[in-house]
């Protein structure tokens, strides 16, 4: 019966996301209202709006049904079966996300880049590479990026059991809690592949899953030119950028920013990171 339910509710939300598509648009817009109860994805904040909403307190997320003052993490959230794929909100609005890092040779080349045009971005961190660079996630933090858990050792989900991911998962947050300061808040399945552990464990430990729009394919190393192609033909309202700052060779990913990024710029797009509730 609940499964039955189940399948309905995804149904509808297919079937919602067949008629974006249609308009053009990539994924399902979690955003739009396709799920009456669920939390919104974050409201856009860009440039020193950004850093300026870290200290505000007129500023949240839009909840989490609830309209109260923040609360202290871990908060409990609402169990999705899908994970966001975009940003709410009007206008010329974007997200950038690096993953699988930090990386000592090509995340402080990238850190630079969004420093020089002062724009905050999301960092999705294995629990690995934050222990060997911890020097780098505090330099996230106080330059206004907001920090992701992407697994320990960065395994494929769908093959291990409930406590191995529950592990995997809990000792990246209590990581990135050093180095970083806070237990992150958004969470984001290696590879793509969730399953119901990984949405139940997500929302049991605070944070909501995020995954991405547009993929740069830089992790296929195809070449600075493809990179910048991808990202710019790609942009468009609330999408969602992945792009990849360790996991191998990504001088690519780096040189590739820094055309990308002041055409972006250009063209008149923000880039926004979802608020940090302190
Ligand atoms: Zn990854």
């Known amino acids: 019966m609940q499964k039955d339910q189940f399948l309905t509710r995804r149904r509808m939300l297919l079937a919602g996301a067949a008629a974006l598509g249609a308009a053009g648009s ?19 904040l860009s440039g020193p709006q950004a850093r300026q909403a870290l200290k505000s307190s007129a ?10 003052p923040p609360r202290a993490a871990p908060r409990r959230l609402k169990v999705r079966t899908e994970p966001i794929l ?40 294995c629990g690995e590479c934050v222990v060997e660079n911890k020097k780098l996630v505090a330099r996230m933090a106080d330059e206004g990026h907001v920090v992701g858990n992407h697994t320990w050792t960065h395994p494929l989900l769908t093959t291990l059991d409930r406590r191995e991911i529950h592990d995997e ?49 830089d992790w296929m190393t195809p070449g600075t ?18 792009s990849h700052d360790a996991g191998g060779d990504r001088s690519q990913t780096v040189h590739a920013i820094r055309e990308w990024l002041p055409h972006l710029i250009d063209s008149g797009y923000h880039m926004t990171v979802p608020p940090r509730r302190l």
């Open 26 to 44: 990539a994924g399902v817009v979690l955003a739009g209202g396709a799920e009456e109860s669920a939390p919104h994805a974050p409201a856009p």
């Open 169 to 217: 998962m809990k000792s990246t947050s209590d990581a990135i809690e050093e180095s970083y300061g806070e237990r992150p808040q958004w969470f984001r399945a290696p590879y793509g592949a969730w399953n119901r552990a990984a949405f139940q464990l997500g929302a049991e430990m605070g944070m909501e899953p995020m995954a991405w729009t547009v993929d740069t394919t």
């Open 225 to 242: 030119s493809t990179i910048i192609d991808r990202v710019e033909s790609g942009a468009a309202p609330g999408v969602v950028v992945l």
């Open 59 to 68: 500023f949240r997320l839009q909840p989490l049904t609830d309209d109260g």
């Open 86 to 125: 975009r940003i709410s909100g009007r206008g010329r609005h974007m997200m950038l996300t690096f993953d699988d890092g930090p990386n000592p040779d090509y995340t402080p080349h990238i850190l630079d880049t969004l420093a020089k045009y002062d724009v905050r971005a999301m960092f999705f961190l």
